[in-house]
């Protein structure tokens, strides 16, 4: 009877050993199967111009991470590097102490500025072109240990606008109100901006000669804006007393009309072509009491 007994024993307590481990091998492949990390997927979104005026160009990258796994990960860190023809001109580090939850996504945004003095400092020949061709790369990193040694590495190939200098076109010259003693003497020009950014009107400094002598001299400045991509008419207006001319050119009393010649230096305060003002020449006559 103790012998029965004792069999019987021995075969539950095999059957439940076997029970166990069965279970614990199917707990075990189920917790490997569900520890198991995946890889994020790291894409490049866009690459757009954000912002543009007359210093310089910002430029914001876009990277769109998805976590695939049933965990938080940490919010990847990403280093840049801007190229102008192999060269590179700018570089930086972004990090964000935020986490991309476990089955999300998340967007690094990687501003990029370019100045536009800086450029020009540094690559010279590009003084006079509409556009600029340049190379971004960015190398993302998880900092976990997980995925120490990965690196995401992506890259965009694109190009930016550059200023240009204003144009002048159209000039004209006519006399106004014509008298004995006075007459006015306006000036028109139309001013396109070629930018795709507004401009400050310019400031212009002027000198109206008469017989090759300077008569007039003097500044004019405004707050108007030149639109975009636009032709904005200017116009200058010189009061011409002749009673100061006669008595600068006392030779001109017996004469019917004198040559001029209008000067116009213009400056755009565009930083990236400071000292470089533009020049215009505007010959006439002016028509003198008898």
Do not use: H
């Not at 095999?14 to 075990?28: H, N, P, R, T």
């Not at 979104?45 to 910002?58: C, L, R």
């Not at 028109?188 to 400094?205: D, H, Q, T």
């Amino acid at each position: 009877m103790i012998e029965i007994k004792s069999n019987l024993l021995i075969k539950i307590v095999s059957a439940g050993i076997a029970f166990l481990a069965v279970f614990s091998l199917s707990a075990c492949q189920s917790i490997t199967t569900t520890a198991a990390v995946q890889e994020p997927v790291i894409t490049l979104q866009s690459v757009e111009i954000a912002g543009i005026d007359i210093n310089g160009v910002q430029l914001l990258c876009k990277v769109e991470v998805n976590n695939p796994n049933p965990f938080d990960i940490t919010f990847p860190e990403t280093d840049w590097s801007f190229f102008i023809n192999n060269n590179s001109f700018a570089s930086g580090n972004i990090k964000n102490n935020q986490r991309i939850r476990a089955r999300g996504s998340g967007i690094i945004e990687v501003p990029v500025s370019i100045d536009y003095i800086n450029f020009f400092n540094s690559f010279r020949s590009f003084k006079g072109s509409k556009q600029a061709a340049y190379k971004l790369t960015l190398a993302v990193k998880i900092p976990i240990p997980v995925f120490e040694d990965r690196v995401w590495n992506l890259e965009y190939n694109g190009d930016f606008p550059l200023p240009q200098q204003p144009r002048f076109s159209s000039p004209s010259m006519r006399i106004e109100n014509a008298g004995l003693n006075r007459a006015d003497v306006v000036i028109s020009i139309n001013v396109e901006n070629p930018n795709v950014f507004p401009l400050p009107a310019p400031v212009i400094n002027y000198d109206f000669s008469i017989n090759r002598n300077s008569f007039i001299r003097g500044e004019m400045a405004n707050n108007r804006t030149l639109p975009p991509s636009s032709t904005t008419p200017l116009t200058l207006r010189l009061q011409i007393s002749f009673t100061d001319l006669f008595r600068s050119f006392t030779a001109l009393r017996n004469v019917r009309e004198a040559a001029s010649l209008l000067i116009f230096e213009c400056d755009f305060g565009i930083p990236a072509f400071k000292g470089e003002s533009l020049r215009f020449e505007l010959p006439g006559s002016l028509p003198l009491p008898r």
